[in-house]
């Protein structure tokens, strides 16, 4: 089944990271550092509201790791796993080497001034497209209980830690 999905431009990403490599894996392991989200002049209504929730989830185009016509493979070694070599299935990951190269994001607003959004929780490199933006709403995205987490239940993760940091040890020689 072959369908063309639009999926227009809302804005973009701005941070101090221009690496990917150097950029923190996760918006979760890096609370303390902001960044802005430019919105388009003809999506800047879309806003009002926006400055009275505390989170929202930020979809963005991973606009760097596009290769057209060509597929990730379907396991890869995440970068959490690069020390041990493991692979897993590309759905059993927060990748960014996806499919469908779409980031997800949980930030916090810090404020919306005009058609600027400043947040914290940078995961992203500067110049990032944005395709959504909605509310985190404890209610609806917060499941009951401790579900359980797969393979990231059994890793250590740091704070601010980068895929250059969780590359494996190298071999003498």
Known sequence: M????????IGV???SHAELEATPIQAG????????????????EGLDGVAEFDYAWLMTWLHRLAEPGL????????FLLRSQRRTMGIFA???????????????QILDVT???????????????PVI????YVTRFDRPAGEPRCGWF???????GVTPEQLAPPRSPG
Not at 2 to 9: A, D
Not at 71 to 78: A, D, F, Q, S, Y
């Open 153 to 159: 239940d059994q890793v250590t993760i740091s704070d």
């Open 71 to 78: 597929e990730p493979p379907l396991r890869h070694v995440p």
């Open 114 to 128: 005009g058609p600027v959004i400043r947040f914290a929780g940078v995961d992203l490199v500067d110049g990032t």
């Open 29 to 44: 392991l890096n609370r303390a550092e902001q960044g802005t989200i430019d919105i388009a002049g003809r999506y800047q």
């Open 132 to 135: 959504d933006l909605k509310p």
């Open 13 to 15: 990403v701005h941070t």
């Open 93 to 107: 990951t927060r990748g960014p080497k996806r499919i469908n190269p779409i980031g997800l994001s949980l930030i």
């Open 2 to 9: 072959e369908l063309n999905v639009p999926l227009p431009v």
